[in-house]
């Protein structure tokens, strides 16, 4: 599990059949094989750690439902360790199971911010409510205005600077997680009809 507080922004390394490595000097400080990193908001498990360098393999299915194969040497990645039980819940709770990928549809500067504009992958709509959490990259947003087909958030200059959503143009995909708690209630819901 993971809180969608990007720790820091990691650089790809190199692709390799199967997998990613990446560089990424905090998330590497004391991870282990077998450790979840969550990439681009996708949990994934270490399988290597050479240095500030982490390998992680990539399955078919993880590519299928992510943008991950899209990245590049020298892209740069958000990285996130798993929380640890004793650690404070700064985002919202976040799995690392991307519900889909979306689009950036538009970027509004502000004085202190940006207005980001987000599309809704099919059949994901209903679990994104205004003032509900989401997970963009793994970066954990509250959803300011649902419209249709899309969503925004407002990024604070933090965000901006840290994340990749600070490097992302209109066009760019992301991945998209919506709220777990929503996900469940639901199907509890279901069962109780």
Not at 148 to 153: D, E, K, L, T, Y
Not at 167 to 190: C, F, I, N, P, W
Request: hydrophobic letters at 40%; a negative charge; proline letters at 3%.
């Amino acid at each position: 599990m993971f809180t969608g507080i990007v720790e820091e922004l990691g650089e790809i390394v190199e692709i390799v059949p199967g997998g990613l490595s990446i560089r990424g000097p905090l998330v590497t400080s004391d991870a282990r094989h077998g450790d979840s990193i969550a990439v681009n908001g996708v949990c994934l498990t270490v399988v290597a750690v050479d240095g500030d360098v982490f390998t992680v393999d990539v399955m078919g299915e993880t590519y299928r439902r992510t943008a991950l194969e899209t990245l590049k040497r020298g892209d740069v990645c958000n990285l996130e360790r798993a929380v640890r039980a004793d650690a404070r819940l700064g985002g919202h709770i976040v799995q690392g199971h991307v519900d889909g990928v979306s689009w950036i549809l538009s970027r509004e500067p502000a004085a202190e911010w940006e207005t980001v504009t987000f599309s809704i992958p099919d059949g994901l709509s209903k679990y994104i409510v205004e003032k509900g959490s989401v997970a963009v990259d793994g970066v954990s947003l509250t959803v300011t205005a649902v419209d249709g087909g899309s969503f925004s958030v407002g990024l604070i200059p933090t965000t901006l600077k840290l994340t990749t959503l600070g490097h992302k143009q209109g066009g760019d995909s992301v991945h998209l997680e919506t709220d777990v708690l929503a996900r469940h209630v639901e199907k509890l819901m279901g069962a109780a009809a």
